[in-house]
């Protein structure tokens, strides 16, 4: 795998972890937990003992975190293997942290996401799974490879930055970042008017359009309007991810001219490594 590649965990960063920002309470710790240490997820919620997430994981590695507590089993990213400046699966969260060079070697990978019960499986020194993905044309939202960082991941040692929307500049959520100890960045953003919102009924459905139109402010959404609405609990979180669904897919206001990876090698040399 070409080295220059990053895994990249995106998730929200003005979200509460029981009751705290998210990351005040990264601050605290210094590490970034899983969803079976936090409860917490922006997919499902199936971290727990018998639950899908753990038994994916008992099929996925052979039964070597069965017995595992919560805080030595894997974090979740994704292979950004088309180097999007908000991170390889945006539909997780506006923000991401991208990690090291040293974190691939300690990462397993997956395609499609494991909740699919994946055959394919790919390391850094024998990855596959790119040429599978650039093959199958998915949604934006579902155009990633699934990573699995193994060991934990230290804030100040295993991220090279964390990427936030610039929405979130001169915010709490900017001053809380800068308490982390890794280096801070922003993408483009994400940003999405209600009449391009109105045009897309049949993406996730008509209700959460209507919802999307309800809390838009000033006729726009962005991650901080979403967030807000969020952390209000006058919604069911399951709705809102849905907007959020919306603003990622609709919103981004980076626009790849093709969604082919730029090529590390030539795709004669690919193929003789398949081989």
């Not at 805080?71 to 390889?88: I, M, Q, T």
């Not at 090291?100 to 397993?108: E, F, G, H, M, P």
Request: glycine share 10%; net charge negative; with cysteine.
């Amino acid at each position: 795998m070409d080295p220059a590649l990053r895994v990249t965990l995106n998730f929200h960063p003005d979200r509460l972890l029981h009751g705290k920002p998210i990351l005040d309470a990264m601050a605290e710790g210094g590490v970034y937990h899983s969803q079976f240490v936090t409860g917490t997820s922006n997919g499902g919620l199936t971290a727990h003992p018998g639950g899908d997430r753990w038994r994916w994981e008992s099929r996925i590695f052979d039964g070597a975190y069965d017995e595992a507590t919560a805080h030595e089993r894997p974090v979740y990213g994704a292979l950004n293997f088309r180097r999007k400046p908000v991170g390889g699966a945006p539909r997780f969260g506006s923000a991401h942290f991208r990690l090291t060079a040293q974190t691939l070697t300690r990462s397993t990978f997956c395609y499609p996401d494991s909740f699919l019960e994946p055959s394919d499986f790919g390391v850094a020194a024998r990855m596959g799974l790119i040429e599978l993905a650039c093959a199958d044309r998915q949604d934006e939202l579902d155009d990633y490879i699934e990573a699995q960082v193994h060991a934990s991941v230290q804030l100040p040692c295993d991220v090279e930055a964390l990427v936030l929307d610039p929405c979130y500049r001169g915010t709490r959520v900017e001053d809380a970042a800068l308490r982390l100890g890794c280096p801070v960045e922003w993408h483009p953003g994400f940003r999405l008017a209600v009449e391009e919102l109105r045009r897309h009924p049949d993406y996730r459905g008509q209700e959460y359009v209507d919802l999307g139109m309800q809390i838009a402010v000033d006729g726009m959404l962005d991650p901080r309007i979403i967030g807000d609405s969020a952390r209000a609990g006058l919604y069911d979180p399951q709705a809102v991810k849905k907007v959020w669904h919306y603003l990622a897919r609709f919103g981004a206001l980076w626009k790849a001219t093709d969604r082919s990876v730029a090529p590390a090698r030539t795709e004669e040399a690919v193929l003789d490594g398949l081989r």
